[in-house]
């Protein structure tokens, strides 16, 4: 289970982490980021899939992977550089990081 998740330079933000629990509730305005969030999980998920950065890299330019809007718009408020995401998981009584630096 993911017990942590942190995003730098990814979409409208610049840095947030994130402490998760079983059940994490994203509360928040409209266009506050939430769907941001959802999307950096979604990235991480795929990379933790075994998805190559250019079958990554074609799912978001097609649209197909509920990503919004085109590998230029990732950076942070478009600024076409790399973004990172990292997590923490905890399996048992030892909890395993894991980090990456992801540029499309």
Same mark, same amino acid.
């Not at 990814?10 to 506050?32: C, H, M, W």
């Not at 079958?55 to 197909?64: C, D, F, G, K, P």
């Given at each position: 289970?993911?017990?942590?998740?942190?995003? #730098?330079?990814? %979409?409208?933000?610049?840095?947030?982490?994130?402490?998760? #629990?079983?059940?994490?509730?994203?509360?928040?305005?409209?266009?506050?980021? %939430?769907?941001?969030?959802?999307?950096?999980?979604?990235?991480?998920?795929?990379?933790?899939?075994?998805?190559?950065?250019?079958?990554?890299?074609?799912?978001?330019? #097609?649209?197909? *992977?509920?990503?919004?809007?085109?590998?230029?718009?990732?950076?942070?408020?478009?600024?076409? *550089?790399?973004?990172?995401?990292?997590?923490?998981?905890?399996?048992?009584?030892?909890?395993?990081?894991?980090?990456?630096?992801?540029?499309?």
């Amino acid at each position: 289970m993911l017990s942590s998740f942190t995003v #730098e330079n990814f %979409k409208s933000y610049r840095q947030v982490a994130l402490t998760l #629990e079983p059940l994490t509730l994203l509360i928040g305005a409209n266009d506050s980021g %939430k769907s941001n969030l959802i999307e950096a999980l979604q990235l991480l998920s795929w990379i933790g899939q075994g998805n190559t950065s250019g079958s990554i890299r074609h799912a978001v330019q #097609e649209q197909s *992977g509920g990503i919004r809007g085109t590998v230029q718009d990732l950076g942070f408020r478009g600024s076409q *550089g790399a973004f990172s995401l990292a997590c923490r998981t905890t399996h048992g009584s030892c909890g395993a990081a894991c980090g990456l630096l992801l540029a499309l």
